[in-house]
């Protein structure tokens, strides 16, 4: 049996994790939650992805802890890196495919964070466009400093980007973690609720309603705000409304938003 399953809701992709007892993200589950991944972005009758987590209490625990130590040994006589992360090939492997999939899906994904969701787990979470954490949830946080390393899956760059430099600089430096509510408190989950995973699939049910080139450009251009020159992203947006006006999705959408005859000449 794989780790991972999936189940269509209506137009939504509910994808979830499962790797029993301890609940840790592999390299096989790496290439199963990309399939999945890569499957759901590619389906026009999925408009919104969830993914949460299959042992209970548990999101994604974190990356296997055994597997990256293997790495390290492998790694520790070869070439160095060169400065700057240049070189051959895509750095981060399967698991770096994955989260930059998730962040560049043309479809909204929603974390539904069902429990502990540390390190390489929580990076996936910090990949999708809007997360949900469980009031129970005892942890969430980059530890990886904690056992000499660092968070190599996007954390230091995204982290950042959700709650500020100088909050993620403590965080990730001293491998802290959090509890839902306090993740809250801090911006790093968008809402803490009883059932994070109703509340998930709640919202994500929106997105069945809503034209589907209009949330795809939204995503990419919201996205790319905070990496480019604001001038170039405007000179994006405006050029991609056009595009957009132009989609059989945006034009159904505004003739049914219109408002009556009788109201538009008030």
Same mark, same amino acid.
């Given at each position: 049996?794989?780790?991972?399953?999936?189940?269509?809701?209506?137009?939504?992709?509910?994808?979830?994790?499962?790797?029993?007892?301890?609940?840790?993200?592999?390299?096989?589950? %790496?290439? !199963?939650?990309?399939?999945?991944?890569?499957?759901?972005?590619?389906?026009?009758?999925?408009?919104?992805?969830?993914?949460?987590?299959?042992?209970?209490?548990?999101?994604?625990?974190?990356?296997?802890?055994? !597997?990256? %130590?293997?790495?390290?040994?492998?790694?520790?006589?070869?070439?160095?890196?060169?400065?700057?992360?240049?070189?051959?090939?895509?750095?981060?492997?399967?698991?770096?495919?994955?989260?930059?999939?998730?962040?560049?899906?043309?479809?909204?994904?929603?974390?539904?964070?069902?429990?502990?969701?540390?390190?390489?787990?929580?990076?996936?979470?910090?990949?999708?466009?809007?997360?949900?954490?469980?009031?129970?949830?005892?942890?969430?946080?980059?530890?990886?400093?904690?056992?000499?390393?660092?968070?190599?899956?996007?954390?230091?760059?995204?982290?950042?980007?959700?709650?500020? !430099?100088?909050?993620?600089?403590?965080?990730?430096?001293?491998?802290?973690?959090?509890?839902?509510?306090?993740?809250?408190?801090?911006?790093?989950?968008?809402?803490?609720?009883?059932?994070?995973?109703?509340?998930?699939?709640?919202?994500?049910?929106?997105? !069945?309603?809503?034209?589907?080139?209009?949330?795809?450009?939204?995503?990419?251009?919201?996205?790319?705000?905070?990496?480019?020159?604001?001038?170039?992203?405007?000179?994006?947006?405006?050029? %991609?409304?056009?595009?957009?006006?132009?989609?059989? %999705?945006?034009?159904?959408?505004?003739?049914?938003?219109?408002?009556?005859?009788?109201?538009?000449?008030?």
């Amino acid at each position: 049996m794989g780790l991972v399953t999936t189940e269509q809701r209506g137009a939504v992709r509910l994808v979830t994790y499962a790797n029993p007892p301890f609940g840790t993200m592999t390299a096989q589950g %790496s290439v !199963e939650m990309l399939a999945a991944l890569r499957e759901a972005a590619d389906d026009p009758a999925v408009r919104a992805v969830v993914i949460t987590g299959g042992v209970p209490g548990i999101f994604v625990r974190h990356y296997d802890v055994g !597997e990256l %130590s293997v790495m390290s040994d492998g790694l520790a006589g070869a070439p160095a890196a060169p400065a700057g992360g240049g070189g051959g090939g895509k750095p981060g492997g399967t698991f770096g495919e994955l989260v930059d999939l998730i962040a560049a899906a043309p479809k909204p994904v929603i974390a539904a964070i069902n429990g502990l969701c540390m390190g390489g787990g929580f990076e996936i979470t910090l990949a999708c466009d809007i997360r949900i954490a469980g009031a129970d949830v005892a942890a969430i946080g980059l530890p990886e400093t904690r056992v000499g390393i660092f968070p190599g899956g996007g954390g230091t760059q995204r982290l950042p980007r959700v709650i500020g !430099e100088a909050r993620a600089l403590e965080m990730i430096l001293r491998g802290r973690t959090v509890t839902g509510p306090e993740a809250g408190e801090i911006g790093m989950v968008h809402e803490v609720v009883a059932d994070p995973l109703a509340r998930a699939l709640e919202i994500a049910a929106e997105f !069945e309603a809503k034209g589907a080139d209009g949330v795809a450009y939204a995503k990419r251009l919201t996205r790319a705000a905070l990496d480019r020159p604001l001038a170039e992203g405007l000179r994006d947006e405006r050029l %991609s409304f056009v595009e957009v006006m132009k989609t059989p %999705s945006a034009r159904e959408g505004l003739k049914a938003g219109r408002p009556p005859a009788a109201i538009q000449t008030l």
